[in-house]
T-cell receptor
Framework: GDSVTQMEGPVTLSEEAFLTINCTYT??????LFWYVQYPGEGLQLLLK?????DKGSNKGFEATYRKETTSFHLEKGSVQVSDSAVYFC???????????FGQGTTLQVKP | EAGVTQFPSHSVIEKGQTVTLRCDPI?????LYWYRRVMGKEIKFLLH????????ESGMPNNRFLAERTGGTYSTLKVQPAELEDSGVYFC???????????????FGEGSRLTVL
C-alpha cells in the first residue's frame, strides 16, 4: 500500500541555519503531496502542497518540490527562525476524498 | 470563525473502561475525519464522514471503536472497552465539500490525548 517515510528527528538547528527534512513516498498512480505543521498547543495546519510532478509548493519561506523520479518531497528553508520550532508531517493523498497518509513526523527545534 | 474543537484534551482511564471523544468541526464543513497518532509514530486515518454518513471507515482498528455523527454536526468516537494499545492522540479534522473534490487542506483540531493504564 501507499506509504510515506520521513527522516527521524528531532532536528536541532541554530537560528538562521538551513533546513532540510527528507520525505520519500511509495504510491501507485499520481498522488498529491503535502507538508503539514503542528506548532506547540495547536492543531496540524497545511504548510504547502504539490499536486503533480515537478510542482513546487511554497509558503512562509518553506519550499518542497515534487520529484517523481526519486519519489521525494523534501522540505527546505533557507534560514530558520525560533518560531519555526514545530513538528512537521509529510503526507500524500492518492484519492479525492481527504484520506491522507502521513509520515511519522519530524520534530524541529530551533535555538536562538 | 471557530476552528475544529476537540474534547477532552486529555483523558486518563483504566484498561477496560469506556471513553468518548468529541469533535466539533468548523461550521459548514460536511467532511469530518478522525485520525490517530500512536506513540509518536505516523498519523493514521480512522474514518471519514460526509455529513452524517460514514464514507470510509477502513481505518477503524476493530469493533471496540464506534464513531457517530448525529445530524451531520459534531462527532463522537467511543472506545469500549479501552485497551493499552489504544493510547495515543486522536485528531479530528474537517473540510468543505468541493465540486472538484479534495483540495488538500484539512483543518485539524488540537487532538485528544488518550492514556490507557
Amino acid at each position: 500500500g501507499d506509504s510515506v517515510t520521513q527522516m527521524e528527528g528531532p532536528v536541532t538547528l541554530s537560528e538562521e541555519a538551513f533546513l532540510t527534512i527528507n520525505c520519500t513516498y511509495t504510491a501507485t498512480g499520481y498522488p498529491s503531496l503535502f507538508w503539514y505543521v503542528q506548532y506547540p498547543g495547536e492543531g496540524l495546519q497545511l504548510l504547502l502542497k504539490a499536486t503533480k510532478a515537478d510542482d513546487k509548493g511554497s509558503n512562509k519561506g518553506f519550499e518542497a518540490t515534487y520529484r517523481k523520479e526519486t519519489t521525494s518531497f523534501h522540505l527546505e528553508k533557507g534560514s530558520v527562525q525560533v518560531s519555526d520550532s514545530a513538528v512537521y508531517f509529510c503526507a500524500l493523498s492518492g484519492s479525492n476524498t481527504g484520506k491522507l497518509i502521513f509520515g511519522q513526523g519530524t520534530t524541529l527545534q530551533v535555538k536562538p | 470563525e471557530a476552528g475544529v474543537t476537540q474534547f477532552p484534551s486529555h483523558s486518563v482511564i483504566e484498561k477496560g473502561q469506556t471513553v468518548t471523544l468529541r469533535c466539533d468541526p468548523i461550521s459548514g464543513h460536511d467532511n469530518l475525519y478522525w485520525y490517530r497518532r500512536v506513540m509518536g509514530k505516523e498519523i493514521k486515518f480512522l474514518l471519514h464522514f460526509v455529513k452524517e454518513s460514514k464514507q470510509d471507515e477502513s481505518g477503524m482498528p476493530n469493533n471496540r471503536f464506534l464513531a457517530e455523527r448525529t445530524g451531520g454536526t459534531y462527532s463522537t468516537l467511543k472506545v469500549q472497552p479501552a485497551e493499552l494499545e489504544d493510547s495515543g492522540v486522536y485528531f479530528c479534522a474537517s473540510s468543505q465539500v468541493r465540486p472538484r473534490g479534495f483540495t488538500g487542506e484539512l483543518f485539524f483540531g488540537e487532538g485528544s490525548r488518550l492514556t490507557v493504564l
